[in-house]
């Protein structure tokens, strides 16, 4: 990608947007110099996200699965909003819903997802509870290119962080959180720098 092309970015989010508004507010501050956040999109009625990402100046939509008779009807509409912003990307930011055929063959290796665990362990919801429950030492997040599978695709970076003993769902999430957004803006600044390559099911980095 030239250096004077900033990547559109559309993210999606389900809830109160924590990840969201660190890519939005890393984009103004300069530290995503290639990354254009443009649009928010939310699936949930009254997601914190959505007045959120507007106060912060991003275009943010509902854009409700229930509106709709079938899940590619649903994505349809939301590739229509996409296609209007010119979108390049899409990254995921506690975006509760799998995505399916029809974004990811508009966006073919252009979908990035966080999830709090080391993939491919504890994949799905509540993951910090899962890894407490199964009393790993070691748990982190994992970056990783979307494909139809729930949480599978191929992984662009991984971050450790140690559990605790005294640790709960609550306070491994709140650890993690900041983890989450030190990896997803590194991920999204190699996206947009083009130094990310798919090779089956590993990516490589490569050099600016």
Known sequence: MPDETRLRLAIFASGRGSNALSIIRASKEGRLPRVEPVMVICDKAGAPVVDRAREEGISAFEILPRDFSSKEEYERAIL???????????????????????????????ILNIHPSLLPAFPGLAAQKQAIDYGVKITGVTVHFVDLLMDHGPVV??????????????????????????AYLEALDALSRGRLKIEGRRVRWLSD
């Open 157 to 182: 970076l991984q971050k450790s962080l140690p559990v605790l003993p005294e640790d709960t769902e609550e306070t491994l999430s709140r650890r993690l959180l900041s983890v989450e957004h030190e």
């Open 80 to 110: 229509n909003h996409l296609r209007e912003k010119a979108v390049d990307a899409v990254a995921l930011a506690g975006y509760m819903r799998l995505v399916g055929p029809v974004l990811i063959g508009a966006f073919p290796d252009r």
